[in-house]
């Protein structure tokens, strides 16, 4: 299931959850590891924009014109972010145990115009990120854990029309308490949580023209997720996750206090395959069947809440054959995506998802019914 957490989702360990390996592991050391990316945009030096018209999702419409044409590039901007990590778990007993993970990081932004000029920089050094989970295992199997944490991220950048344009801000931090339970009965895994998440939301101040990150956006929320076979030869994977998703003061009174853009209040899927039951010398052996159903709430599609993005529900099928060829494991599957055809908007999102810096919004339309084979060798 993809979690409907917005953001700061992934920067917390979850409690039971293997770690990745690194150096440090058997030396008496916490364990170190490093990550890091470097990001460049680039925009065309001249392009066109033509306007098509208006249409409909349940009755899309052709619109005939010219195909608008760019040319020239130029590096508009880049990121670079490296990371130091440490993290370990300690065990006080059979009961107790604390899992922490903490990140340094090394952040620099810059932009430039046309002409090759840089229009504005921001550097960071060593920003702290620390994330621990208090784990307690009553019985065996069963897991309660409370987990705290702290996320940076790249700060934004001040939109055309404002006082500062082009600035950029310094990183924002994300902050997330989250209060779960976890049990594996047999070889099935279930886990609920609550969460609350918090992080600066940036605008145009009405009073000074200056973009800053002068409010809140605030999440919280409730999800159940399962995982594993109810038998051998039936598995499932799925959950649902409940999310109240809103910003606080915007400096303007009708986007302030409203729903996320394209956040919805109630997300869930599930998936289940099954193993049919033929015998290990039938040439079908391991043949499998699966299928598998998302529901989507309604969405917020504007900062002043006045339209919605309609609910949808989708459902897919499919088959999977394993089988040797030339001593390697092989896996066929067909699937039918969306068998029922729906028009749905897959996503829909605003301009900014950092703060109101113009207020325009945008969809994308799912995919109708699709077909795909596939063919891999597992080696």
Known sequence: MSSAKSFASDMLPQADEAQPCVA??????PPLGSNGYVMSNYNPTSSQNFSLGTSNIYNPTRFDGSRPHSSGSYRSAIARNQSLIVSDMITFNKHWSILGAFSWSWMTSSSWNKAGTRTAHNYTQGAFSPNTSLIYHLIENHTDYFTWGRSIQQGMTAPAGSANVSQILNPYESEQYELGYKVKWK????NIDGFRMTRPYAYVDTATNVYGMYGTQRNWGFEFQMAGHIRHDLSVLGGVTWLDAKVGS??????????NVGVPPVQSNILIDYTLPFSKESLANGLAINGSVRYTGTRAANNTNTTYAPQFVTANIGIRYPFKMANKPWVARFTVNNIMNEHYWASVYPS??????????????GLPRTYSFTLECTL
Request: aromatic share 6%; hydrophobic share 30%; glycine share 20%.
């Open 187 to 190: 070889k099935l895994s279930l």
């Open 250 to 259: 915007t400096g303007n009174l009708t986007t302030s206090y409203k729903e």
């Open 24 to 29: 440090g592991r058997g030396l008496g050391i």
């Open 352 to 365: 900014s998802i950092n703060g109101a810096a113009g207020g325009t919004n945008s969809a994308y339309a």
